[in-house]
């Protein structure tokens, strides 16, 4: 069966477009630029909050 034709296990939609690939590219550059002090031998820890 293909990624595509399976069905959410949640209530909700299934989004495409140009808008979602644009909300993920902004999502991992922030991600990215929260981690990246973490890195090198002057890394500072980081605490993840995630609200759902």
Do not use: E, H, W, Y
């Not at 069966?1 to 644009?22: E, F, K, N, Y």
């Not at 929260?34 to 090198?40: F, H, P, Y």
């Amino acid at each position: 069966m293909a990624l595509g034709s399976q069905p959410l296990d949640i209530l909700g939609d299934r989004q495409s477009g140009q808008d979602v690939r644009t909300q993920n590219i902004t999502a991992c550059q922030s991600v990215s630029n929260i981690v990246k002090t973490s890195l090198g031998p002057v890394g500072l820890d980081k605490v993840f909050v995630v609200f759902l």
